[in-house]
Structure formats: structure tokens, C-alpha cells
């Protein structure tokens, strides 16, 4: 809050209070004139109007309820820019919480730390925990399912293929440090036509109906340009470019998705979790993860 700000709200809150105080302690004590029936002596239309003293726990009352706001402004953030004496901030607190709450974790005698992660995926319990912990952390860009999405380029985590390695252990090395790719943009360097060649001979390779008359310039252009990363063929590098010959596809196989791919290029990023999870919970995620690919998953692959 910049200087001027905060004063406003300092005045504003120490005009509201001090006006209230004032008008509160002032009513306590000022004499109103009795008439000898007891009232004020005003008669609207025959009713009289009585007089009576606040009742002492109404008086009670705001007594505390100024003492507790005055007091809280002293010890507690409220008033502008001042922190008050205690201190006091939210995220320490918070932050203090999470710790004591982490350190209670570490503590426990906790029997899933002693499981591999293929253990794991066979326990119903580790398993739900990790799916929930997927549909909170990893669903927004992997999909509910784990089906994978086109539009980050999130893959599909239930099918064979794995770009960066579908055991155990490199489905939890994903999680825990992230992965990126790199696809560099080739619209300048092939222009509108050296895309289209590339992109037919990209779906001859995968079979889908391709520009006949391109796939051979295409093909040249690939061999040149693409081939260093996406392997000779479009086969693959593992952990380098993904296959270009499958029905697998990153980012869609359409036309358009194919030639957006190739001209603006394309950089996927998985997002590292070991600080925001932990091992712990990133194992559990891989768990369910790999409960999730156990059926078309090749063994060790
Ligand atoms: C911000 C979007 C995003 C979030 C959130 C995200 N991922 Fe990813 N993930 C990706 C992208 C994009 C890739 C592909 C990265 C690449 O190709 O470099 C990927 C790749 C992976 C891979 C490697 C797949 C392979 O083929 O080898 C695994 C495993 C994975 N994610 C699991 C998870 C899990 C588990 C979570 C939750 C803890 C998660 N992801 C959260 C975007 C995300
Ligand atoms: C520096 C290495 C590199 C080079 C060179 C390269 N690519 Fe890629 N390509 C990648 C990576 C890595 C990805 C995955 C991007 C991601 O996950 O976001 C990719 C993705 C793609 C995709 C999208 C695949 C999908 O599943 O949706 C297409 C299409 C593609 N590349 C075509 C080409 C073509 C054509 C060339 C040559 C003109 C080429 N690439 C050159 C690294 C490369």
C-alpha cells in the first residue's frame, strides 16, 4: 500500500473509532431532564416518551467490543502500513503451519516410504491417495483420465509410448525434476512451401493421406533439417524428439495442427514437483500413474 493510502486508512479507521468512542462515553453520562412521571415530558399524539438506562450488559458489550478493536490494532496488521507490535504476518503463519505440518509427516512411521513404486501401484490405498493427488496437481494439463491433452501438448500418460522413459523410476525422475522440449520454429527457414513438404512427408510416415506430390521435396528437407532430433525415418530419440511415425501425436495430427507444429515450433514443459509434492507424494503420484499405463505398457521400457 503506498504511503498515502495507508494514511487514509489509518485516519479513517481512528475517526470511525474515536467518533463512536466519543459519542458512546458522552451518552453514558449526559443528563436528560426527567419530568416527574418518569419521561422525557415529549408526547407524541398520547405516547409518552419513558426514559431508561442502557441496559449493563448492553454498556458491557461495547465496552469490550472497543477495547477488543482498539487492541487488535495495536497488536495485529489493520491500521494502513503499520505490522502492529506482535509482529504478526499471514504467510508466516502459513508458513510456520506447513512446516510443523511437514515435520508431524516425517515423523510418522510412514509404510509406504518402505514400498517400491510397483508395490505401490498394487496397494487400493497408496493408489487413491496418488490418484487425488493427480486430479489435484497434474489433471489440469494431463486430463482427468491422464488421457493427455493437445493443448499443452501434455501426453497421454495411460497409452506404450513414453518420451522420456515409462519404468518406475523415470516416470518418478519426470515428476520430480520435469522435463522440457524444444521444437525450434522452421517458418523462416523452409517458408509456406518447405513446411507443407515436410508436413506431407510427415503423414506419409504415419500413414494418414498425404500430398502426394510434396512427400519426396518433403522427404529431402527432412533429411536435412529434421532428422538430427526425430531420428532417421521420424522414428524417435528417446528423451530427444518424439516419434513422427505413429498414431501418437503431442500436439494432434490434423493438417493444421501438423503444420502449426512445424512452422511456430513447439515447447512442451512438465513442470518439476519435487519441491511443491516431496518424494513422498510424487511416489504415489507415479504409482497411480503407472496403475494407470499397466495395460499397455511394455515391461521396463
Ligand atoms: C503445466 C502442465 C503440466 C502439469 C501441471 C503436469 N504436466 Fe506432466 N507433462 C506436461 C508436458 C507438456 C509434458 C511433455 C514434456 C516434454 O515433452 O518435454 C509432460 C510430461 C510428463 C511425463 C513424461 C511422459 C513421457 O512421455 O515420458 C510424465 C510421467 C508426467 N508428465 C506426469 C505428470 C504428473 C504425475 C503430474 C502431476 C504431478 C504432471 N505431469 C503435471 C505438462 C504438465
Ligand atoms: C532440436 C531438435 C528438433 C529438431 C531439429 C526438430 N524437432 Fe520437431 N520436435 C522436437 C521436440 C523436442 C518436439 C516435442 C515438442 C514438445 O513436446 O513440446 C518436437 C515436436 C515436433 C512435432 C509435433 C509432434 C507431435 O507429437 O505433435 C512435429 C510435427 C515436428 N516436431 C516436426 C519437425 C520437423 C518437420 C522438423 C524439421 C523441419 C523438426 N521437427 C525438427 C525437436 C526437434
Known sequence: MS????????????VTIGVSLFLFAWGLRVHIPVQDDGTTGHNWDGIREGLHKLPWWWVAVSIGAFAWAIGYLVLY???????????????????????????????????????????????????DVGGRLFQDNCAACHGKGARGNPHVGAPDLTDAVWQFGGSEDAILASILDGRSAVMPPWGQALQKDGVEEVASYLQSLSGNASRDWQVKA????YDMFCVSCHGPGGVGRATIAPSLADQTWLYGNDWSDITTSIRDGRTGVMPAWRTRLGVDQSRLVAAWVVAQAAHGRPAGK
Open 218 to 221: 518433403g522427404h529431402e528437407r
Open 77 to 127: 496488521p489493520g491500521l494502513g502500513n503499520f505490522a502492529g507490535v506482535l509482529g504478526w504476518s499471514s504467510p508466516e503463519q502459513h508458513q510456520r503451519d506447513t512446516a510443523a505440518n511437514t515435520a508431524k509427516r516425517a515423523s510418522q512411521n510412514n509404510p509406504w516410504r518402505a514400498m517400491t513404486i510397483a508395490q505401490l501401484a498394487k496397494d487400493r490405498n497408496a493408489i
Open 3 to 14: 504511503g498515502f493510502w495507508s494514511g487514509w486508512v489509518v485516519v479513517l479507521a481512528v
